[in-house]
């Protein structure tokens, strides 16, 4: 069994559609793993379908942890998902099972691996105001405001990135500091005394805007609509992070009848399409130095995949 510090874990990353569930899955059959989710949509157990969470069919083959844990009404942080996923890794050290952490969502990565900037709990008082001013201003003019207190912040994200834009809006106005100052004072610690190796998958752009496009129209035609129908009926708030998830807003327009379902699904792709683009400029600067695929997963990718986890299994070395 191998000590605490030596255990190994596998992150799993890539844009949305590229293939990551379909590779983790592959990995957790081959090396007796257990699939960890680090998608922070996939969490929230009302959003099955428009997340892509893996199928039941799936989930019964090895174990999957973090998919469907909280409810659409709560708020899943980096330090609440790093809190989870943490236990979940040593759970499955603990079974003799590898852990294969797999997802999207670039903050949940970097602070399992570098640990968590020490950002002070913003009060609550302050994020609504940073929510209320956002509303009252407009995408465009708020990420003016931001760009005066964090330009750095502001030219990374562009104006349609709400729930990134007021982050950076509250942490500034609780702390008199940007959060991209803070976010250089990361400990560099791992959360967890492991060592890991990073597997990124990152197709060519025109390949995975097909695939996306394609897996929309699946999400809908398996009952996409009725689930956001659903959502509408909690009477949740509309800043609730699952919320805003990808495809969220415009199937719910189209039910307010303000859009056709034909121009719901156009917007969603697009915006699907600027969040792949956004997963892929981090991971050309978070992931450098472990295996990167220039591919859509497919079976064909098994024999140079496997052949890189052996390795790192073995030696520690990826």
Same mark, same amino acid.
């Given at each position: 069994?191998?000590?605490?510090?030596?255990?190994?874990? %596998?992150?799993? /990353?890539?844009?949305?559609?590229?293939?990551?569930?379909?590779?983790?899955?592959?990995?957790?059959?081959?090396?007796?793993?257990?699939?960890?989710?680090?998608?922070?949509?996939?969490?929230?157990?009302?959003?099955?379908?428009? /997340?892509?969470?893996?199928?039941?069919?799936?989930?019964?083959?090895?174990?999957?942890?973090?998919?469907?844990?909280?409810?659409?009404?709560? =708020?899943?942080?980096?330090?609440?998902?790093?809190?989870?996923?943490?236990?979940?890794?040593?759970?499955?050290?603990?079974?003799?099972? +590898?852990?294969?952490?797999?997802?999207?969502?670039?903050?949940?990565?970097?602070? *399992?691996?570098?640990? +968590?900037?020490?950002?002070? #709990?913003?009060?609550?008082?302050?994020?609504?105001?940073?929510? #209320?001013?956002?509303? $009252?201003?407009?995408?465009?003019? !708020?990420?003016?405001?931001?760009?005066?207190?964090?330009?750095?912040?502001? $030219?990374? %994200?562009?104006?349609?990135?709400?729930?990134?834009?007021?982050?950076?809006? #509250?942490?500034?106005?609780?702390?008199?500091?940007?959060?991209?100052?803070?976010? =250089?004072?990361?400990?560099?610690?791992?959360?967890?005394?492991?060592?890991?190796?990073?597997?990124? +998958?990152?197709?060519?752009?025109?390949?995975?805007?097909?695939?996306?496009?394609? @897996? !929309?129209?699946?999400?809908?035609?398996?009952?996409?609509?009725?689930?956001?129908?659903? %959502?509408?009926?909690?009477? +949740?708030?509309?800043?609730?992070?699952?919320?805003?998830?990808?495809?969220?807003?415009? *199937?719910?327009?189209?039910?307010?009848?303000?859009?056709?379902? #034909?121009?719901?699904?156009?917007?969603?792709?697009?915006?699907?399409?600027? !969040?792949?683009? @956004?997963?892929?400029?981090?991971?050309?600067?978070?992931?450098?130095?472990?295996?990167?695929?220039?591919?859509?997963?497919?079976?064909?990718?098994?024999?140079?995949? !496997?052949?890189?986890? $052996?390795?790192?299994? *073995?030696?520690?070395?990826?």
């Amino acid at each position: 069994m191998n000590t605490a510090a030596s255990a190994p874990v %596998l992150v799993v /990353t890539g844009p949305t559609a590229s293939g990551k569930s379909a590779l983790a899955l592959d990995v957790a059959v081959e090396f007796t793993g257990t699939v960890i989710n680090a998608d922070s949509m996939q969490v929230y157990r009302d959003l099955a379908i428009l /997340t892509a969470r893996p199928p039941a069919a799936d989930q019964a083959r090895v174990p999957h942890r973090l998919y469907g844990v909280l409810s659409a009404s709560e =708020r899943c942080s980096a330090g609440r998902w790093l809190d989870m996923a943490c236990r979940e890794i040593e759970a499955a050290h603990a079974e003799g099972r +590898l852990p294969v952490v797999v997802g999207g969502t670039g903050l949940y990565l970097k602070a *399992l691996m570098s640990g +968590l900037s020490p950002i002070p #709990e913003i009060p609550d008082d302050v994020r609504r105001a940073a929510r #209320e001013r956002h509303t $009252r201003l407009g995408g465009d003019a !708020f990420h003016a405001e931001v760009a005066r207190v964090d330009p750095e912040t502001a $030219r990374r %994200l562009p104006p349609g990135d709400g729930q990134r834009l007021i982050r950076a809006f #509250e942490v500034f106005q609780a702390t008199g500091v940007p959060l991209s100052t803070w976010q =250089r004072r990361e400990s560099g610690t791992p959360a967890i005394a492991a060592r890991f190796a990073t597997l990124a +998958l990152a197709p060519p752009r025109d390949e995975l805007y097909r695939a996306i496009d394609r @897996r !929309f129209d699946a999400m809908v035609a398996a009952g996409a609509v009725d689930e956001i129908a659903a %959502l509408d009926r909690l009477g +949740l708030d509309g800043d609730l992070p699952a919320m805003k998830a990808v495809g969220v807003p415009d *199937l719910r327009r189209h039910l307010r009848g303000e859009t056709s379902l #034909e121009d719901a699904c156009a917007s969603a792709k697009r915006a699907s399409r600027n !969040f792949a683009k @956004r997963q892929l400029t981090w991971q050309r600067h978070q992931v450098a130095g472990d295996r990167v695929i220039s591919a859509q997963y497919s079976e064909s990718l098994r024999p140079e995949i !496997f052949s890189f986890i $052996r390795q790192f299994l *073995l030696t520690g070395h990826s």
